[in-house]
């Protein structure tokens, strides 16, 4: 009978100390098409299943030297990691009255030996359906997860999650003290309602998505970057220090500038103003609306300016092509 749905090949762990009866398991479960690692020792059992990509499913000998089954079955639990592993324990027959412990311990479900194959067969199958259903669970949560923390249009961090990592950068900076640094970029596209007004909502659609992406592609690897409102975005960044800042914001406007979007045949020549402000752990934590508003402030000043440019609060305003 063949075990695998789909292209999928189920793992499966069998620990058992005695020979005979780890190579008759082993042969059983193999012939159903699943791909065995057979071990004879707790210790190697464990090894297995805390190690990178365990099988999702094990069968695991209560009496074994190392750690027997249940000893297993507590510890792999007490890890609580996803994914979920199946557990099946195997018990001789005077073990039986001690079941509860192996439940308690964290076993899935048990088998009497001398293994009956078809019944072994079928509660395998059991476990896979239980790990089938964990998996679309991550699967949901996952999918939740996404949506509640990600603007739907751009992809990129929404509102709420950028503000929740900027809040979270400030109070690590101040336990870090002196040395440490937040700052805050704010982005806005100029002269937006002109793109809207003049080629449609789906057009300026398409222009937040290409300035979203732009600007992923002009910031380092580790500074978060999110939508903040309509076509404003907001970027965190740390340990930059202010040349960092500086240069980061000037790489985003000139990646923009230089980068038109282009729909059809017409190129839609797009810019951004930014306005940045640096927060050092030093200064006793200042608070999230105030590093917003010095950066926001600092937006205006670039607006005020003429736009397509950077201006950092403190600091003189950078200028765009000399
Ligand atoms: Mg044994």
Redesign the pocket.
């Known amino acids: 009978m063949a075990q695998t749905k789909g292209k999928r090949t189920w793992r499966l762990l069998v620990a ?3 020979l005979i009866s780890r190579t008759l398991l082993t042969r059983l479960v193999s012939s159903w098409g699943y791909d065995v690692i057979a071990v004879e020792d707790g210790s190697q059992a464990l090894e297995v299943l805390e190690g990178d990509d365990p099988p999702r499913l094990a069968v695991l ?4 030297p190392g750690a027997d089954g249940v000893a297993i079955c507590r510890r792999i639990r007490a890890l609580r990691r996803e994914p979920y592993i199946y557990l099946i324990i195997l018990t001789a027959l005077q073990e039986r009255q001690k079941l509860v412990e192996a439940l308690e311990a964290g076993a899935d479900d048990f088998l009497t030996k001398p293994v009956q194959p078809h019944e072994l067969e079928l509660r395998i199958h059991v476990g896979r359906r239980i790990v089938e259903l964990e998996e679309q669970l991550i699967e949901a949560r996952e999918a939740l997860r996404e949506l509640a923390t990600h603007d739907p249009l751009t992809r990129i961090w929404n509102r709420r999650a950028i503000l929740e990592i900027l809040e979270k950068e400030i109070a690590r900076a101040s336990r870090k003290g002196a040395s440490a640094d937040v700052c805050a970029l704010m982005i806005d596209i100029d002269h937006f309602k002109t793109v809207n007004d003049q080629y449609g909502h789906l057009v300026g659609d398409q222009v937040l998505m290409h300035v979203a992406e732009r600007i992923r592609e002009a910031v380092r690897r580790h500074d978060e970057v999110g939508r903040y409102g309509g076509e404003e975005f907001l970027a965190v960044l740390t340990g930059c220090g202010v040349n960092g800042l500086k240069a980061v914001a000037e790489r985003i406007r000139k990646e923009v500038a230089e980068n038109p979007f282009v729909t059809g045949d017409r190129p839609i020549a797009v810019t951004v103003s930014l306005g940045g402000a640096r927060l050092t752990g030093g200064e006793g934590g200042g608070s999230i609306m105030q590093l917003i508003g010095r950066a926001d402030h600092a937006l205006y000043e670039a607006k005020d300016q003429g736009r397509n440019r950077v201006v950092i609060d403190g600091e003189q305003g950078v200028n765009d092509e000399e």
């Open positions: 058992e100390d005695e000998d209560w009496m074994m």
